[in-house]
Nanobody
Framework: QVQLVESGGGLVQAGDSLRLSCAAS????????MGWFRQAPGKEREFVAG????????TYADSVKGRFSISRDNAKDTVYLQMNALKPEDTAVYYC????????????????WGQGTQVTVSS
C-alpha cells in the first residue's frame, strides 16, 4: 500500500522556522523526484519545491527562494522541507508528492500525494 506521511506542521509566528518531513513507504519513491506543494483556502494548489531522485537538482517557487530548502534522504525514504523566515502568506496545507519521473516534479506529473499538513503563520 502506498503511503506518504507528512509531519512537522503547526502554528508559528512570522519569522519563525519549521521543518516538514514526508516519509514514503518502501519503494514508493524509488527513482522518482519528490516535492512539496501547498494550498491556501480559496486558492489553487501550487508548487513549492522539488528535488530529483539523486538530490542533485532542486527547484523552488519564486515566492520561497532563499527561505525554503528541500532535501531528501533516500536511505530513509524521506523528503524534508526546511522553512525559514516564514510569512503569513505561507499559511496553507502543505502536501508531499512523488513525481512520475526522476528529475522534476510538477502539478500535472504527480504520481502520489500525501494527506497534507497544516502550516499556519501568524503576524
Amino acid at each position: 500500500q502506498v503511503q506518504l506521511v507528512e509531519s512537522g506542521g503547526g502554528l508559528v509566528q512570522a519569522g519563525d522556522s519549521l521543518r516538514l518531513s514526508c516519509a514514503a513507504s518502501k519503494r514508493t519513491a524509488s527513482n522518482n523526484a519528490m516535492g512539496w506543494f501547498r494550498q491556501a483556502p480559496g486558492k489553487e494548489r501550487e508548487f513549492v519545491a522539488g528535488v530529483s531522485w539523486t538530490g542533485g537538482r532542486t527547484t523552488y517557487a519564486d515566492s520561497v527562494k532563499g527561505r525554503f530548502s528541500i532535501s531528501r534522504d533516500n536511505a530513509k525514504d524521506t523528503v524534508y522541507l526546511q522553512m525559514n523566515a516564514l510569512k503569513p502568506e505561507d499559511t496553507a496545507v502543505y502536501y508531499c508528492a512523488v513525481a512520475l519521473g526522476s528529475v522534476a516534479v510538477t502539478l500535472t506529473q504527480v504520481r502520489y500525494w500525501g494527506q497534507g499538513t497544516q502550516v499556519t503563520v501568524s503576524s
